[in-house]
């Protein structure tokens, strides 16, 4: 991979994965300036693009308490790469990944999603057995229909459940707001968040007045943190996709740079005004649309599905062996079909990660 250090961006082998340096950079400083001095913090989400060099220029930009993960491999390769604070923002099921868990519990500060009895017990009793703590915090359903407890009572009889059991910590709650981040209304999106974590808000309250402290609320996302992050309250935010963005994302986030494209090469000119470049859903994460061609708004892929072939209309004068730069509608399952990714600045490479999460890991 060292080799193509310093090489043209338009010479690597196709397709590749980009990320301009310095607009993620960008990206990442931005983020870390809004929270600055503020009580809530950042706890970027890894699962953006699952790259520890990206993670480590998260958290070395600051404003940040650590790192948020989707799943237990993610959370091994940040500890890998040293960082020391994970939360698993989600439910981890069965013997194999609970020896994993209480592992990796022992090397660094780890916290997890829950949103059953079963769960904390699970956890309880292989975190005994391997002589750990582990942090756990009740994912209530703010809205988004997707895991999570109904705020209110049922956290709070869970909470005190968990408090009488060994080996693990009750750190609070998560609450993600999923089905409001791509509000289209700025107004709409900030009136809907306020009510949303106001039932997590809700709950935190009923908990705390039955005498049991929560240390953290943990939630938000790119296109909400400039509202999660300024209710009081809510200690955590879980942005993810900022670093990279894509192009549905930047309509709710525009003060977020594109920095991620694929770089691919056209292979034949079967008509007039059609290109077809080598990359297909193989290579592109589509479920948010198709990719949009950098740089030429005329040029469009009226449908995606192929699985290494991406048409192109109204194309640019391009020839074959051409290359060109498509920008994905979801950057993180595009990230996640990468072993590396390509950093750029000025059209060169400068430098080449891996991303250690991509894959079918589990
Ligand atoms: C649990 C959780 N928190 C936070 C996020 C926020 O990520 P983003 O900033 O990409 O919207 C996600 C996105 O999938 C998530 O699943």
Redesign the pocket.
Known sequence: MTGVIGSRIEDLDTPALLIDGPAMMRNIERMAAFFRGRSAQLRP?F??HKCTRIAQRQLAAGSAVGM?A?KLAEAEALAAAGVEDVLI??QVVGERKLARLVKLAGRIRLRV?IDHLEHATAISRAAADAGVTVGLLIEVDIGMG?CGLPPGPPALDLARRIVELPAVRFDGL?A?E?HL?SVADADERRQRVHEAFGKALETRRLIESAGIPVAVI????????AITGLIEGIDEI?????PTMDWT?AQV?PEFEIALSILARVISRPRPGVAVLDVGVKGVGHEFGPPRVKGYAQAHVPAFGSEEHCVVCDAPDWRIGDAAELIPSH??TTCNLYRWIHVHEDGRVVDVWPIEGSGGLT
């Open positions: 989400h699962k953006n948020t989707a923002a989600n999603a997707r998560q993600y999923g981040v943990s939630g938000g996302s790119t296109s909400t943190h879980q942005a993810g996709t900022y994302y986030a950057a993180c």
